[in-house]
Nanobody, 129 residues
Framework: QVQLVESGGGLVQPGGSLRLSCSAS????????IGWFRQAPGKEREGVLC???????????VYADSVKGRFTISRDNAKNTVYLQMNSLKPEDTAVYYC???????????????????WGKGTLVTVSS
């Protein structure tokens, strides 16, 4: 059974850091583009970052300009895990964060959440003093 599980969420003060993990069971993550998305209360889900599959050139896609220079995405194929490192967190980063996997022939990241095939259940990140 294909399953994605996010972890690492919690409460952090503004300016702090968190690292979210996306672990998979039932399939190997390195063959998939993996994206992080978030949904704040009362708002639509938005893309954050995406990393293409490991079968092609390295590359990541930034969906949200607001995270440039603060968030990075990486993968550890040996652990079958993708990470979202979040630094300089702001209250507006508060949301449920989801990871998702896309199985596209090119290995590239979809343009939006609609291109993702598998989703985790999310982990809550709260940025507050």
């Amino acid at each position: 059974q294909v399953q994605l599980v996010e972890s690492g969420g919690g409460l952090v003060q503004p300016g702090g850091s968190l690292r979210l993990s996306c672990s998979a069971s039932g399939f190997t993550l390195d063959f998939y583009a993996i994206g992080w998305f978030r949904q704040a209360p009362g708002k639509e889900r938005e893309g954050v970052l995406c990393i293409r599959s490991s079968d092609g050139s390295d590359g990541s896609t930034v969906y949200a300009d607001s995270v440039k220079g603060r968030f990075t995405i990486s993968r550890d194929n040996a652990k079958n895990t993708v990470y979202l490192q979040m630094n300089s967190l702001k209250p507006e980063d508060t949301a449920v964060y989801y990871c998702a996997a896309a199985d596209l022939p090119t290995g590239s990241c979809p343009k939006s959440a609609y291109g993702m095939h598998y989703w985790g259940k999310g982990t809550l990140v709260t940025v507050s003093s």
